[in-house]
């Protein structure tokens, strides 16, 4: 990570690398035995690893999920076990097929509760009874075992103590599709059934490998990427309460939205415990500095279509907006990097960024 100064606050560069990306330059697969054999993940990480410090060194780039792992965190001894996306895990423990993707990010069957009502879903702590558990339980056992290995267990991506959870809305339309979001109008009382239950089934499952591993929790990330698709009104009501109760048993709140999310701004401002924003939407900043002020920490993804195709002279006049707009905040703009992106472009991106930077230094 490359920190410079701009104003009274720190504005950070991050790059996380894509399955799909280290696929293509290394070959490897992410297949199934990559997700459930621990000594297999941690032989094709530190392969992915040595690339991205070999090859993209001046990109600082850390291979980890997006948005997720931090460098600063990571270690060479650190094992992931389940190292899963978190709705994925949750909806096998619903009966769903865990579908990976060799060349990729990996994906269940879809809709794997729709049509059935809420009071039908186990009861969350018995979800620690599963075979899916038990087997990471004893994955969590094995690597502990060996010499100089580390477990990093489920919802967990590094060392640093914090959790990662997909939100309440995002997890049930993943689990009932897209009829949640007439469900939120037509039958609120059902939506609500199954995000309390998503909302309590995280809870269970996070303080359990956080006791399992003997870590003590730091932060929440909350990943509540189709809410967005909600008003402000809803997002209050549906939203707010699961967020909540996720800050005051589990700790603080970041809160992932990579949509447009300008609108729910006052909503977000409801969740206590907030403590920073994840967000794909920079048209977010400027109320973002109004509602929390300069020292709240904000990360932002610069857009795909920017990332993917767009010239140096575009992405010099997306930063000059968006620091014009960040007004000095405390700020990370971090990207995953995808196998379309053009790496010379974004090399003379990061340049040219931290030349800007260094001359408000001086």
């Known amino acids: 990570m490359t920190t410079e100064q701009s104003g009274s606050w720190p504005v950070s560069l991050e790059t996380s690398v894509s399955k799909a990306f280290m696929a293509q330059v290394l070959g490897v697969s992410f297949d199934r035995d990559y997700y459930f054999d621990p000594l297999r993940r941690r032989e094709i990480d530190a392969r992915c690893h040595r690339y991205a410090g070999r090859e993209l060194r001046d990109l600082d780039a850390f291979f980890t999920e997006s948005n997720l792992g931090r460098r600063s965190f990571y270690a060479p001894d650190q094992v992931p076990v389940g190292g899963i996306q978190p709705n994925l895990i949750l909806g096998m423990l619903l009966g769903a097929e865990f579908l990976p993707a060799p060349q990729g ?211 010099i006049d997306w930063t000059e907006r968006v620091l014009k707009d960040n007004g000095g905040g405390c700020l990370t703009i971090l990207y995953h990097l995808e196998p379309p992106y053009p790496l010379e472009t974004l090399r003379a991106w990061r340049t040219w960024l931290e030349q800007r930077l260094a001359r408000v230094l001086a």
């Open 105 to 315: 990010d990996a994906d269940i069957s879809p809709a794997c509760w729709a049509g059935k009502p809420a009071g039908q879903l186990p009861e969350p702590p018995s979800l620690l009874e599963h075979p899916l558990i038990g087997l990471f339980d004893r994955q969590i056992d094995f690597v502990r075992q060996q010499e100089r290995q580390v477990p990093i267990p489920p919802f967990f991506w590094d060392g640093s103590g914090r959790a990662a959870v997909h939100g309440a809305l995002t997890t049930a339309q993943k689990f009932l599709g897209e009829q949640v979001f007439l469900d939120l109008a037509t039958d609120p009382e059902r939506v609500r059934q199954a995000m309390d239950w998503i909302t309590e089934a995280n809870i269970v499952l996070v303080r359990h490998f956080a006791e399992r591993c003997g870590i003590r929790l730091q932060e929440i990330h909350v990943g509540e990427c189709s809410s967005c698709m909600v008003g402000g009104p809803a997002w209050e009501e549906f939203v707010v309460p699961t967020l909540s109760r996720m800050a005051t048993e589990m700790g603080p709140v970041r809160l992932h939205s990579c949509g447009r999310s300008r609108h729910l701004l006052p909503a977000f401002r409801q969740v206590p415990g907030l403590c920073s924003l994840d967000l794909g939407d920079e048209a977010c900043l400027p109320g973002v500095r109004q509602l929390w002020g300069a020292g709240f920490p904000v990360s932002l993804a610069p857009p795909v279509k920017l990332l993917s195709g767009g010239s140096l002279p575009d992405w």
